[in-house]
């Protein structure tokens, strides 16, 4: 059974940064695609970024570009987000998610991920 454990949230002001971790309880983590999705409540879960198995390809929302970055640790069974140039827009709950799909797509909607955390919140303050 896969289990992700995010930490790192918290509270910030606007223009801050936060570094997300995501830990996961699997036996090959390069076997998986991981990604970042946040979440605002009475809204839909939005896709914040995603890495493929090995790091080489990655995807950002266009919210996010430029400002956050997406990497993992295939030795650790991490996958972490740092998030810099913090904006209100970008409070929300945001979650660590997993698919062991195959194939060569990265992919940016929930519906392809099987496995999540249980979230962590992040603000960040006008």
């Known amino acids: 059974q896969v289990q992700l454990v995010e930490s790192g949230g918290g509270l910030v002001q606007t223009g801050g940064s936060l570094r997300l971790s995501c830990v996961a309880s699997?036996?090959?983590?390069?076997?998986?695609?991981m990604a970042w999705f946040r979440e605002i409540p009475g809204k839909e879960r939005e896709f914040v970024a995603s890495?493929?198995?090995?790091?080489?390809?990655?995807y950002y929302s266009e919210s996010v570009k430029g400002r956050f970055t997406i990497s993992r640790d295939n030795t650790k069974n991490q996958v972490y987000l740092q998030m810099n140039s913090l904006k209100p827009e970008d409070t929300a709950t945001y979650y660590c998610?997993?698919?062991?799909?195959?194939?060569?797509?990265?992919?940016?909607?929930?519906?392809?991920?099987?496995?999540w955390g249980q979230g962590t919140q992040v603000a960040a303050s006008t």
């Open positions: 699997v036996r090959t983590f390069s076997d998986y695609i």
């Open positions: 998610a997993a698919t062991d799909r195959s194939g060569p797509d990265v992919p940016t909607s929930p519906g392809n991920y099987a496995y």
């Open positions: 890495v493929s198995w090995s790091g080489s390809v990655i």
